[in-house]
């Protein structure tokens, strides 16, 4: 088990696989989009498989592949099937935006894909436009069902945004009355690819009182190790409703994640600035012990939490990262 400055076990890596995505949320990138990394400058497909063989060496056993948005990269699925094939990697997921996923979900299920994590901030088709530019709701929602109907298991992740969806917030945990869903709530970040950070006026508590009004009470139930949302059941719902407090970050005592950037950056926090250039030792040169010690070394100095982590970095930089850089 591979363990941080911090006591805490590193086990869980999420992987971008691009920067590039189809949707266009206000929340994440401006309206032109933001400046794509130019493609000889991502990571290939064969360093990324490099890269988590040696994870997967010291103890990491988790996969997520994000974005951007992973399907708007070719070759995914023989990736995903390599990935697979690593000694050590016993679990591989996906966040995706289900705009381009539907098709693929009998082969996801074939290559033992056990989760997706899929972003769905409203049911209302206009609202949807409103907030990601793109009229794609319908894909989204085939993707939701198909999921379902595959059995594999999904998370509707949903940002919580002051005047833009609030309305939403009880349609969408209505869906765990019948559906065997977990519906999460996530505090919005400033990850806008902006020139502001994000304003807060709906934090975890406010979100929680939100639902109760209409639920009732909230019951927390187990989470696993290292869970960024916390959980709770509704009395007679199939599904689950997660909070998760991304701005307070108030997981991060138990946080077993780290992420490996589109361009090969390590971040050991999501509010970090990238603590070690991956891609660079991969050019470089570097074998596979040189790699374990550099990602070794970078590891004991990781920030106790994330306000640790945004304190390192340059001021004001923070807010021009965009979510589809970082890795979703």
Same mark, same amino acid.
């Given at each position: 088990?591979?363990?941080?400055?911090?006591?805490?076990? /590193?086990?869980?890596v999420r992987l971008a696989v691009t920067d590039r995505c189809n949707l266009r949320c206000f929340y994440c990138m401006p309206e032109?989009?933001?400046?794509?990394?130019?493609?000889?400058? /991502?990571?290939?497909?064969?360093?990324?498989?490099?890269?988590?063989?040696?994870?997967?060496?010291?103890?990491?056993?988790?996969?997520?592949? +994000?974005?951007?948005?992973?399907?708007?990269?070719?070759?995914?699925?023989?990736?995903?099937?390599?990935?697979?094939?690593?000694?050590?990697?016993?679990?591989?997921?996906?966040?995706?935006?289900?705009?381009?996923?539907? %098709?693929?979900?009998?082969?996801?299920?074939?290559?033992?894909?056990?989760?997706?994590?899929?972003?769905?901030?409203? /049911?209302?088709?206009?609202?949807?436009?409103?907030?990601?530019?793109?009229?794609?709701?319908?894909?989204?929602?085939?993707?939701?069902?198909?999921?379902?109907?595959?059995?594999?298991?999904?998370?509707?992740?949903?940002?919580?945004?002051?005047?833009?969806?609030?309305?939403?917030?009880?349609?969408?945990?209505?869906?765990?009355?019948?559906?065997?869903?977990?519906?999460?709530?996530?505090?919005?970040? %400033?990850?806008?690819?902006?020139?502001?950070?994000?304003?807060?006026?709906?934090?975890?508590?406010?979100?929680?009182?939100?639902?109760?009004?209409?639920?009732?009470?909230?019951?927390?139930?187990?989470?696993?190790?290292?869970?960024?949302? +916390?959980?709770?059941?509704?009395?007679?719902?199939?599904?689950?409703?997660?909070?998760?407090?991304?701005?307070?970050?108030?997981?991060?005592?138990?946080?077993?994640?780290?992420?490996?950037?589109?361009?090969?950056?390590?971040?050991?926090?999501?509010?970090?600035?990238?603590?070690?250039?991956?891609?660079?030792?991969?050019?470089?040169?570097?074998?596979?012990?040189?790699?374990? +010690?550099?990602? +070794?070394?970078?590891?004991?100095?990781?920030?106790?939490?994330?306000?640790?982590?945004?304190?390192?970095?340059?001021?004001?930089?923070?807010?021009?990262?965009?979510?589809?850089t970082i890795g979703g």
């Open positions: 088990m591979l363990y941080d400055s911090h006591g805490r076990p /590193l086990e869980y032109e989009g933001i400046t794509y990394v130019p493609r000889q400058e /991502l990571l290939s497909y064969e360093e990324m498989e490099r890269v988590v063989s040696v994870l997967a060496g010291l103890g990491v056993r988790k996969v997520r592949l +994000t974005g951007g948005e992973p399907f708007v990269r070719r070759g995914l699925l023989p990736f995903i099937e390599r990935l697979g094939q690593i000694p050590g990697i016993h679990d591989i997921s996906l966040t995706t935006n289900g705009v381009l996923t539907a %098709p693929h979900v009998p082969e996801l299920v074939r290559l033992g894909v056990r989760s997706v994590n899929l972003s769905l901030d409203t /049911l209302d088709r206009a609202r949807f436009l409103r907030i990601t530019r793109r009229d794609e709701l319908p894909q989204v929602l085939d993707t939701f069902y198909a999921l379902l109907d595959a059995g594999i298991r999904v998370k509707l992740n949903a940002v919580v945004m002051d005047g833009q969806n609030i309305e939403d917030l009880v349609p969408l945990a209505e869906l765990t009355r019948e559906l065997p869903v977990s519906v999460r709530f996530i505090e919005e970040m %400033p990850f806008n690819g902006g020139s502001h950070a994000a304003m807060l006026p709906w934090n975890h508590v406010r979100i929680r009182q939100h639902l109760e009004q209409h639920f009732g009470p909230l019951l927390p139930v187990p989470t696993a190790p290292g869970a960024t949302a +916390t959980d709770y059941a509704v009395t007679g719902h199939a599904g689950h409703i997660g909070i998760i407090a991304a701005y307070s970050r108030t997981f991060c005592g138990t946080c077993n994640r780290i992420r490996i950037t589109a361009e090969g950056g390590l971040k050991t926090c999501l509010y970090d600035q990238g603590v070690l250039d991956v891609r660079a030792l991969l050019r470089g040169g570097a074998t596979d012990e040189e790699l374990r +010690t550099a990602l +070794t070394q970078a590891f004991r100095y990781r920030a106790a939490n994330g306000f640790e982590a945004e304190q390192r970095r340059p001021v004001h930089q923070l807010s021009f990262e965009s979510m589809s």
